[in-house]
């Protein structure tokens, strides 16, 4: 892995857009609603300009690692360097069954990277968006980024989710000598750098919805910590100290609480404590395992999964700590819920017929699915469209790397970090 500073790895320069006016006959479309949709041909030929060949890579990458479009091979264009200023010669794309073009340009003037570029619905002959952006000439990826979640909004109807980042834990060593830090990346695997040394295990990292923050557990001979982690600074504090086993933090959705589990005699239950004043309250009281907690987007209710019933099951309480009720029933061993952004799924891992499985279902338990089965599959995150999970997946011999999935289960694939990772967890889109 590539080693940066903090300091590069947070710069981010503030990006301008301009929105170019163009005339609103869109003819495609990609349903992704639909379980056996067929990825849409579109074309996305060099930018005109600095990095141009550097910004479509990404553009392309983004695009079909989503598994919603097929990006057609270069070496096949009849136009190899459309000027974005001139419309297409339309025929040349259909030739090659292109149903969407990406074109554009990227010109450096005064330390400022702008690039203006156009999506075109080929066979309808139209202009479906046309944006300018502006950044630093570093920043390029980032920008390139917004594009792809441009065109992936506009042709699907749903926002995007590529400039957005990934904290997890980088896994290295032996079995018997591992050693887990905490790392963060560009959602396409670029950029990855370490947030901590590896002096200590680290767990279930966890993103704030509301800013550059993170919070995750930390293990050490003494005992365990949940710390506050942000970015932007690089300040990093405990939550405060607590009786037992502290684990499995997780922010709220306005970023102002965040819920965890204490352990102790081996019983443990959830708390949540309010960031500003630094006090906590207890919200289960059960003698059995109580854990895993995740917030509504609304803030009012709390997943989260118990052995109470004899085995690990889901629940769902007020945020308050009352009302609560079993919502999964099937057979197995259900863990680490968490709730979709969108709030319409709770994403699980299950244990059964000695496999594990990501799925989900609806908040009330019903409409079950499983996404994957293997050998070990666990821990999803959202990405924050509520379209797309990333999770862990073992084979024996091997250690855990990151994969992919989306909610019809049809498009699974290995993310793009090349190294052993787990307890990914997705962050919201960045500014």
């Keep these: 892995m590539r080693l940066k500073t903090l300091a590069l790895a947070l710069a981010a320069a503030l990006l301008s857009t301009v929105a170019i006016t163009v005339p609103a006959q869109a003819q495609i479309e990609v349903d992704v609603n639909r379980g056996d949709v067929k990825p849409l041909p579109i074309a996305i030929p060099v930018f005109g300009g600095a990095q141009g060949a550097e910004i479509a890579q990404v553009i392309t990458g983004d695009l079909e690692r989503s598994g919603l479009f097929a990006p057609i091979n270069q070496a096949a264009y009849l136009d190899k360097n459309p000027d974005v200023n001139v419309q297409p010669r339309f025929a040349d794309w259909k030739t090659i069954n292109a149903q969407a073009l990406v074109n554009g340009q990227a010109t450096v003037e005064g330390g400022r990277l702008t690039v203006n570029f156009r999506l075109w619905d080929v066979y309808s002959e139209q202009p479906l968006l046309g944006l300018q952006f502006t950044t630093t000439p570093e920043n390029w990826r980032k920008l390139a980024h917004k594009i792809s979640d441009a065109v992936y909004e506009r042709l699907t109807g749903e926002k995007g989710y590529f400039d957005t980042r990934i904290v997890f834990v980088s896994e290295s060593g032996s079995r018997l000598d591992r050693k887990k830090q905490l790392a963060i990346m560009d959602q396409d695997g670029a950029n990855p750098s370490y947030l901590t040394d590896g002096s200590y295990i680290v767990m279930t990292p966890r993103f704030s919805s509301t800013s550059q923050e993170i919070t995750y557990m930390a293990l050490r001979p003494e005992g365990s910590s949940i710390y506050l982690f942000n970015l932007e600074t690089a300040r990093r ?35 949540v404590m309010n960031l500003r004043s630094r006090t906590s309250a207890k919200l289960t009281s059960d003698p059995s395992i109580e854990t895993s907690p995740s917030f509504s987007p609304d803030g009012a209710r709390i ?18 700590g009352g009302g609560s009720r079993r919502i999964s029933f099937g057979s197995g061993r259900y863990t680490t819920p968490v709730w ?22 609806r908040p009330d338990g019903s409409d079950e699915r499983l996404l994957t089965s293997s050998y070990m599959d666990e821990g999803p995150t959202w990405a924050p469209n509520g379209r797309v999970l990333m999770f862990s997946r073992e084979t024996p011999g091997s250690g855990p790397r990151l994969w992919t999935v989306d909610v019809t289960g049809r498009i699974l694939r290995a993310a793009p970090y090349p190294g052993s990772g787990s307890d990914p967890a997705w962050s919201p889109l960045q500014n």
């Design 303 to 320: 997943v989260y999964n118990s052995d109470r019933g004899g085995t690990a099951q889901l629940y769902v309480m007020d945020s308050s």
């Design 237 to 271: 504090e405990t939550l405060g100290n607590f009786p037992g086993m502290v684990f499995a933090p997780r922010f709220s959705p306005d970023g102002g609480r965040v819920a965890f589990s204490v352990e102790r005699n081996g019983n443990s239950d959830i708390y």
């Design 340 to 361: 979709s952004p969108t709030g319409d799924f709770i994403a699980f891992t299950k244990q059964s017929g000695g496999e594990f499985h990501i799925g989900i279902m």
